[in-house]
């Protein structure tokens, strides 16, 4: 096996790994929701663990450096678009998909940002006038007719949220201008450094955000609160980070968008076992066209 193929295959690894995890983000949202939390506090509790996880594999990775392998100084430029890309990705996709978990369902939410790796294809053709690879063009439809076969049932039901389905497709709008935007300044910074500024960025947004709109006494939550908000920065946020920034570094932001559908079919699947939520045949039968997009994208 080549180098580069061996590059590929770990990033498609590396993409289905933080697909998985991304994916059983709503689940722990949708259990923890049930003490009364509410979105942004919940948020901002995940970001406690998360940033302090970060900069805990941080200081142990620049310890093991050798003196001749310090990191690069960023560039000026760079460090304003490490700042507008964490706000991005990481503080507005992810307020944006909280609110809209409040009554949105696991798996509808999951299955509505399946909707990134279009926007994504899209907008990096848009942004750098490249032309969409073949093997993602003939996936690109057949992994959309399946989830629009998931989707239906759910959009056609009168009692829809539709302000939660907003706050949803905002959330994955902006996520697609993260995913289109970040692998030019991941290139130049490192995965693993990008990974921990953007994260600390959005960090810093999310705690403004909470002190602004929340009172301080709604941090005192109870414990499996906590316990949901270490276990959603472990499982569903800082291993598929630093998963996905690495795919993109070795596949591409569009690849590893399109390897990220599979997510919405194993959210579904998680729903049924634990939130009791449950899919139609036709469901079903969408659920396996998208499956099948992945695989044509992904062997």
Known sequence: MTTSSQAIRTGVFLAAFAATGFAMKGIFIKLVYAYGVDAVTLLMLRLIFTIALLWMVRLWRLSRLA??????????????????????????????????????????????????????????SWFSGQAIAPRIKRALPLT????????????????ADW??????????????????????????????RFTEYALTVSGVGILVHWLITQPLSSIQQPLPVWAYALVIAIVSTVLPVYAMTNAMKRIGASRTAVIGSFGPVLSIILSMGILNESLTLLQWLGAAVVLGGVWLVSK
């Open 67 to 124: 003196p001749n392998e310090q990191e690069n100084p960023i560039s000026a430029s760079d460090k304003i678009k490490l700042i507008g890309l964490g706000l991005l990705g990481y503080y507005l996709a992810s307020i944006l998909d909280f609110i809209g978990l409040q009554t949105v369902s696991a798996s509808l939410e999951r299955l509505i940002l399946c909707l990134y790796p279009a926007f994504t294809v899209l907008l990096v």
């Open 144 to 159: 959309y007719f399946g989830m629009v076969l998931v989707l239906a049932p759910e959009l056609v039901n009168a009692h």
């Open 163 to 192: 302000l939660g389905i907003g706050f949803v497709v905002a959330s994955t709008l902006v996520f697609s201008l993260y995913m289109t935007w970040s692998p030019a300044v991941i290139a130049r910074v490192g995965s693993m």
